[in-house]
């Protein structure tokens, strides 16, 4: 069974940084892409970053790109969101979601983890 | 850049038929994606590549894509199938991942 759980959400002051990390089970992480995506309260989906499997490339959303780096570990299987100057905009509950290699839809996703910015 | 439009709400009697629209200015060739998302709960694929179906998806919900519009289709509404609704593509000119604004599905 294909799991996904997320941690490192929690409060944090406008500028400050936060890391998110998404460790994933029951299936071979290494030959998927991974993304984030995030969910500010009462809003839509919204899209955040992508990363490869081999060879690694990243992408990211225009209100991030300069802010927030991802990142991966296939030996760990594991996904990483480092998040700074971090804005109130960026409230919201972010999934960790995992994409077959080659399309670009998400096949499973994780439970999401809040990350709240005082302001 | 992709801009995805979905009506804000869809409202459907019991064992009716909804269809939940998703209108691209860009559609082309690309491929739409529909996401289930029920309260409090994380995202669910249910439809892939306009109109395949993950496995465990029931075959009352379809896709189909036709122009500039792709459309989610629910037969014999459940209530269990109130949720909000989200259409996605990926955007080549920009390598970005494109989330339409939702379609909220009230059983009434």
């Known amino acids: 069974e294909v799991q996904l759980v997320e941690s490192g959400g929690g409060l944090v002051k406008a500028g400050g940084s936060l890391r998110l990390s998404c460790a994933a089970s029951?299936?071979?992480?290494?030959?998927?892409?991974m993304g984030w995506v995030r969910q500010a309260p009462g809003k839509g989906l919204e899209w955040v970053s992508y990363i490869t499997g081999s060879p690694t490339f990243v992408y990211y959303a225009d209100s991030v790109e300069g802010r927030f780096s991802i990142s991966r570990d296939n030996a760990k299987k594991s996904l990483f969101l480092q998040m700074n100057s971090l804005r109130a905009e960026d409230t919201a509950v972010y999934y960790c979601?995992?994409?077959?290699?080659?399309?670009?839809?998400?096949?499973?996703w994780g439970q999401g983890t809040l990350v709240t910015v005082s302001s | 850049s992709s801009v995805l439009t979905q009506p804000p709400s869809v409202s459907v009697a019991p064992g009716k038929t909804a269809n939940i629209t998703c209108g691209g200015n860009n559609f082309g060739r690309k491929s739409v994606h529909w996401y289930q998302q029920k309260p409090g709960q994380a995202p669910v694929l249910v439809i892939y590549?306009?109109?395949d179906r993950p496995s465990g998806i029931p075959e009352r919900l379809s896709g189909s894509k036709s122009g500039n519009t792709a459309t989610l289709t629910i037969s014999r509404v459940e209530a269990g199938d109130e949720a909000d609704y989200y259409c996605?593509?990926?955007?080549?000119?920009?390598?970005?991942?494109?989330f339409g604004g939702g379609t909220k599905l009230t059983v009434l």
């Open positions: 996605q593509v990926w955007d080549t000119s920009a390598d970005h991942w494109v």
């Open positions: 590549y306009n109109s």
């Open positions: 979601a995992s994409s077959p290699a080659g399309f670009n839809y998400f096949d499973h």
């Open positions: 029951g299936f071979t992480f290494s030959t998927y892409s």
